[in-house]
């Protein structure tokens, strides 16, 4: 069984134009494509409730197909299975159009033939012939389940020949195959400023929209040019000037519409008014532009991240800095090509934090962090991390100054003072890396053994300045890390200091030292850098000789 489209029965002032229409083939075939191909689910209900007629998008929205439906009432427990829920919703339907005649935007949910749950905004008004008996109802429901804003109004119905167009918000016009005006609805007078008056029976209203005559003989030649080949148009773009001046963008939808003998008897025009979004866009490219051209010029590297970490943007000095082209670095993880595999996991997690929380060390501005380049040298970092709207999508902003350089002076600058303050001091001390190669040997233990720092540093041979043979000195064992050694070699003599974290102390003679031996109570203490690396061991020597002879232990 075909969608039906017109119920059988009385005349009455209800279908009164749809019987004039009747007597112009074309004209029926107007309202029968209207109805048949609206967008919006439009039925007829018998007042046996029975389904009389069923148009192609109650069947699409639905799932339920006009053979299922017509002639019978099922359809409502088949889209309402749940009883309760059922008798709800129909004791509210009838109340209200019991006291109104009328049901305007009473929205239900009810369950496709698929199982899907879809919310629909229901519209319906009760028909009556001439003698006051009840026709039945025309009910009309819009798809309102993925629509994100206001509900959408449906206007009520005056005539049944106007159904959505007159009052949809979308621009509907209809033009015959001169071009002349013959509906022209409420959302066009608003849009354009003209009213139905001015525009109905006439073709001038194109050249009031588009006075530009070339732009108008363009837009013209691209419409004809489309129809010609796809008999309808869509979401086609031009820019109008309405009544008071304005200039808006509109998207057009156009479809042509046939008679029954096939020839076009005219035009479904729709327009939508999309000048926000056209000003949004044009905003939104000219911020992106902006930020472009910001951040090209930009001595630091920046790079645009979106939630997991891929690269959206990166500009030449991050390629410089990183070693990695813009072509190669774009759509793979910032953290994953230079992040070391100890703090990839680290970085990530710390990533994931701050774009979903705003929190965590990522927050901080600026942070420092470790990084290496495209050949694997470490860089030292200054990040700040910030969110930014980009293209549509939250991405993180990321700003990072090579501080490599600064460490290093700083560096340099420390290891300057200490050297300074500690070949300054009276008290003689050596230092060895984690090697056991001598890095510091001050000018009192130049003085105190007869050994130059210039004949030991960078060897192994401090112990001669203490020992006949070789063998540890304190601060070897603790390079070593060889704790329970300590007292192997030096017995009850050592102790752990109480002052000083990771030092051991001991007294001892030496005999190889002066012309009868000394005693010296001397200080090993491990030096760890800021990652807590042992990276050397400093001992520090002081002769306790005098005491030792004349204060015995």
Sequence with gaps: MEDQVIPAGKNNGVFQGWAAAQKNSDLSRFFENIILNAKLWMMFL?????????????????????????????????????????????????????????????????????GDAKKISWNTREFFWDDGESAGFIVIGDDITAIAEAKTVIHRYAEFQKSVIVNAKLWMTFLDIQNNVVIWNKAAEEITGYSRDEVVGRDEVWRWLYPDIQYRRDVTRKIKDILRNNKELENFETKILTKNGITRDISWNTRELNGEDGICIGYIIVGNDITEKVLAKKEIKESEELFHGIATGASDAIALLDENGIIRYWNPAAEKLFGMSSDNALNTNFFSLFSSLQSRDKNQTDFRTF???????????????????????????????????????????????????????????????????????????????????????????????????????????????????????????????????????????????????????????????????????????????????????????????????????
């Design 46 to 114: 018998d007042t046996g409730r029975n389904v009389v007629i069923w148009n192609k998008a109650a069947g699409e929205i639905s799932g339920y197909s006009g053979d299922e439906v017509l002639g019978n009432n099922t359809i409502w427990r088949l889209i309402y299975p749940d009883a309760g829920y059922r008798r709800t919703v129909t004791e509210k339907i009838l109340e209200s159009i019991k006291e109104n005649k009328i049901l305007d935007n009473f929205e239900t949910t009810i369950r496709t033939k698929n």
């Design 355 to 553: 774009f979903e929380s705003q929190k965590g060390p990522f927050i901080k501005s600026p942070c420092l962090l470790s990084m290496q380049n495209n050949s694997g040298e470490i860089l030292n970092l200054e990040m700040s991390l910030a969110s930014l709207q980009f293209k549509g999508m939250w991405n993180a902003l990321g700003i990072f100054r090579d501080i490599t350089g600064r460490i290093e002076a700083e560096h340099r600058e420390r290891e300057m003072l200490l050297n300074a303050l500690l070949q300054g001091s009276p008290i003689p001390q050596f230092m060895i890396d984690k090697n056991h190669a001598v890095v510091f040997w001050n000018r009192a233990l130049e003085e105190y053994s007869g050994m130059k720092a210039a004949d030991v540093i960078g060897s192994d041979q401090h112990w001669r300045a203490f020992y006949e043979e070789k063998r540890p000195c304190m601060a070897d064992l603790l390079v070593d890390n060889a704790i329970d050694a300590i007292n192997q070699w030096y017995g009850k003599k050592s102790s752990k200091s109480q002052l000083v974290e990771d030092a051991y102390e001991a007294t001892d003679f030496f005999p190889k030292m002066g012309k009868t031996g000394k005693w010296l109570y001397f200080t090993a203490a491990v030096i760890r850098n800021s990652e807590g690396n042992v990276i050397g061991v400093l001992e520090t020597l002081e002769d306790i000789t005098d005491t030792m002879l004349y204060n015995p232990r």
